[in-house]
């Protein structure tokens, strides 16, 4: 089984930086897409973020020229760069991965979430 674990959440002031990090741990063969999602109070989870497996990556309108998403291949690890943060961005994110385990089909996997809160 995968496990994706988020670190470097935290409270930011408007304006500020923060830095995501999400590590997938298991017996893992390769990790297809890796994701950025957030869920604000009383809203629906959205995408933020993705990176395929080849780098290419697409991010949603509200976030782009703002954040980045990458990833290390060899650390099975991405990342999400967020400068010029708004108190809109306050949300929990959530890291999500494409993960095939050994001798296993792709698993969609989920992380348990970290607290971004942007004050104003």
């Known amino acids: 089984q995968a496990q994706l674990v988020e670190y470097g959440g935290g409270l930011v002031q408007a304006g500020g930086s923060l830095r995501l990090s999400c590590v997938a741990s298991?017996?893992?063969?390769?990790?297809?897409?890796m994701a950025w999602y957030r869920q604000a109070p009383g809203k629906q989870r959205e995408l933020v973020a993705a990176?395929?497996?080849?780098?290419?990556?697409n991010y949603a309108e509200s976030v782009k020229g703002r954040f980045t998403i990458s990833r290390d291949n060899a650390k099975n690890t991405v990342y999400l760069q967020m400068n010029s943060l708004k108190p809109e961005d306050t949300a929990v994110y959530y890291c999500?991965?494409?993960?095939?385990?050994?001798?296993?089909?792709?698993?969609?996997?989920w992380g348990q979430g970290t607290q971004v809160t942007v004050s104003s």
């Open positions: 999500n991965a494409g993960v095939i385990l050994l001798g296993s089909l792709p698993i969609n996997s």
């Open positions: 990176i395929g497996s080849g780098g290419n990556t």
């Open positions: 298991g017996r893992i063969f390769s990790i297809n897409a």
